[in-house]
């Protein structure tokens, strides 16, 4: 069973930064890609940034130039460096997982609980 730990949510003012982690774990040898998606009250769960494990990114068109996806493969961790927040970007952000190889086989498709982001004054 494959389990994605996300941390480094919390409040922040506009214009300041935020960098969120999730760290995989469950006898993994690999994972295809991984991201990060957010849920804002009464609204549908959206795509914020993936990255394959060759490095590729895809960044949703309303966080391109203020966010960053990076992975550490080794340690089976992905990064979301948040510059520029807006009171927009307050959501729930949660952590994915897609293509897991482990010792128990292949696993499609991982989530994590999700942490908090809050942009206000």
């Known amino acids: 069973q494959v389990q994605l730990v996300e941390s480094g949510g919390g409040l922040v003012q506009p214009g300041g930064s935020l960098r969120l982690s999730c760290a995989a774990s469950?006898?993994?040898?690999?994972?295809?890609?991984m991201g990060w998606y957010r849920q804002a009250p009464g609204k549908q769960r959206e795509l914020v940034a993936t990255?394959?494990?060759?490095?590729?990114?895809n960044y949703a068109d309303s966080v391109k130039g203020r966010f960053t996806i990076s992975r550490d493969n080794a340690k089976n961790t992905v990064y979301l460096q948040m510059n520029s927040l807006k009171p927009g970007d307050t959501a729930v952000y949660y952590c994915?997982?897609?293509?897991?190889?482990?010792?128990?086989?292949?696993?499609?498709?991982?989530w994590g609980q999700g942490t908090q982001v809050t942009v206000s004054s």
């Open positions: 990255i394959t494990s060759g490095g590729s990114t």
């Open positions: 994915n997982a897609r293509g897991v190889v482990t010792i128990a086989g292949w696993q499609d498709t991982s």
């Open positions: 469950g006898s993994i040898f690999s994972i295809n890609a």
